[in-house]
């Protein structure tokens, strides 16, 4: 699997924390398939590390609670934009899975890329704190197809032409 390191800047002393991103498939569909991608640190911080992931475009793609970890912040597991995890000295080796899907939007288009983006770490330990790790390409898969029929009913004692005589079809 493919996985980002981020180092922080350098340090003469002390070696920077690394945040390790492992981004999983990286393809959802409108259709349903959603996909995941797990968050970790490669060393013990002294203190808490936190990072806020969001989605670059929430009609597109949204976060989805994995791992009890709420992406809204709000007590809710669907339709997320933003999720804030937290690594404590304690679970920091324990993956934290993010979850991703599309948002089916009934408009024909073709795929599209789109970001989650995680930010800027935060924490107390200056080893872990303003790193920077890699943001997460999600290819979003759609579903729909342009066309349909438009059936019109007139008979022929209608002068006009209305659209209130059409119903639309598939």
Same mark, same amino acid.
């Given at each position: 699997?493919?996985?980002?390191?981020?180092?922080?800047?350098?340090?003469?002393?002390?070696?920077?924390?690394?945040?390790?991103?492992?981004?999983?498939?990286?393809?959802?569909?409108?259709?349903?398939?959603?996909?995941?991608?797990?968050?970790?640190?490669?060393?013990?911080?002294?203190?808490?590390?936190?990072?806020?992931?969001?989605?670059?475009?929430?009609?597109?793609?949204?976060?989805?609670?994995?791992?009890?970890?709420?992406?809204?912040?709000?007590?809710?597991?669907?339709?997320?934009?933003?999720?804030?995890?937290?690594?404590?000295?304690?679970?920091?080796?324990?993956?934290?899975?993010?979850?991703?899907?599309?948002?089916?939007?009934?408009? *024909?288009?073709?795929?599209?890329?789109?970001?989650?983006?995680?930010?800027?770490?935060?924490?107390?330990?200056?080893?872990?704190?303003?790193?920077?790790?890699?943001?997460?390409?999600?290819?979003?898969?759609?579903?729909?197809?342009?066309?349909?029929?438009?059936?019109?009913?007139?008979?022929?004692? *209608?002068?006009?032409?209305?659209?209130?005589?059409?119903?639309?079809?598939?």
């Amino acid at each position: 699997a493919d996985q980002f390191r981020e180092p922080a800047a350098s340090s003469t002393s002390t070696p920077k924390g690394i945040v390790i991103v492992t981004p999983g498939t990286g393809i959802v569909s409108e259709a349903g398939v959603t996909s995941t991608f797990t968050i970790q640190l490669a060393s013990q911080p002294t203190a808490n590390v936190s990072m806020t992931l969001s989605s670059n475009d929430i009609t597109e793609v949204v976060l989805k609670s994995a791992d009890g970890i709420n992406c809204d912040n709000s007590g809710t597991i669907e339709n997320n934009n933003s999720c804030t995890v937290t690594f404590t000295p304690l679970n920091y080796a324990t993956p934290q899975t993010i979850g991703v899907a599309a948002v089916d939007d009934l408009i *024909d288009e073709d795929d599209k890329i789109t970001v989650i983006s995680i930010g800027v770490t935060t924490s107390n330990d200056a080893n872990f704190n303003s790193i920077d790790p890699s943001d997460v390409n999600i290819t979003v898969q759609d579903n729909d197809t342009a066309g349909g029929t438009m059936t019109c009913i007139n008979t022929a004692s *209608d002068v006009t032409f209305t659209a209130a005589k059409c119903t639309a079809g598939a």
